[in-house]
């Protein structure tokens, strides 16, 4: 199907202020694409929504939804698609961290990260691509982390990696079922970006430990993983799915 002047993308875990989320959305909305803010607190939301819209002068919605809740999500997708120009993009953001070893990782601990970062991905992705199987046209990108390809890391240990690990093999698949419905299905593996996820855990100290590991000399910001994420989302990428952007500096070359 033919790439749509006005579109929309839902961003979700888009309303932490300096989150990669948000930076995503605002470069999205530059872009010309209409955004569907989603993340845990509605007035949040809102007020994200309403400053991108009043800043790029597109149609932005807030929603208060948590994407473990199936019905939850379902609802907000399909007011994103009643209230928003055709529904094209969906980016997997919204996530946990965890930084407990694995010895110590309690069955709560798991499941806490496993139900958002994974189960979560899952309800509003087959909601979202439901209806982008219907016009022949969709992007889905899953951030996943540097943390799934080398084992944990900066911001996670085991059951952030696997979570992560398992949205590198959601992408993989949803590129082979979805790409007969014109839809592509891509993952962004972000290195050390400075955000809050770890409130306040990446100390100066901490930051000096790893730049030593970066060949380009810095720690990466929000703009440098929405860059490509609105790529990916782009018009000139549908030859790309299936594939992992790492977005690290060199961190972890693979
Ligand atoms: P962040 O904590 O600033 O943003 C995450 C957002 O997700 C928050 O706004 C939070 O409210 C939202 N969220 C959490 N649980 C949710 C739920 N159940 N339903 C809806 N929203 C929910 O963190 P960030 O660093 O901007 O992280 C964004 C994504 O990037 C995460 O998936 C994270 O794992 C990934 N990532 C971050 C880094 C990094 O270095 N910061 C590295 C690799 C990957």
Known sequence: ADFPRERTAIVTGAASPRGIGRATAARLAADGWSVAVLDLDEAACRDVAARIADEHGVACLGIGADI???????????????????????????????????????????????????????????AAAKIMAERRLGRIVNISSTSAERGGGVYGRAAYSASKAALLGLSRTLARELGPYGI???????????????????????????????????????????????????????????????????????
């Open 68 to 126: 473990r809740d199936r019905d939850a999500v379902r609802a907000a997708v399909d007011r994103v698609n009643g209230e928003l120009p055709q529904l094209v993009g969906l980016v997997n953001n919204a996530g946990v961290s965890s930084p407990v070893p694995f010895l110590e990782v309690s069955e709560a601990e798991w499941h806490r990260v496993i139900d958002v970062n994974l189960h979560g991905t899952f309800h509003i992705t087959q």
């Open 184 to 254: 592509t299905a891509n993952s962004v593996a972000p290195g050390s970006i400075d955000t809050d996820i770890m409130g306040g855990r990446l100390t100066d100290e901490r930051k000096a430990v790893l730049l030593k590991d970066l060949p380009v000399g810095r720690i990466g910001t929000v703009r440098d993983v929405a860059a490509v994420v609105a790529f990916l989302l782009s018009e000139h990428a549908g030859y790309l799915t299936g594939v992992t952007y790492d977005v690290n500096g060199g961190s972890h070359i693979a």
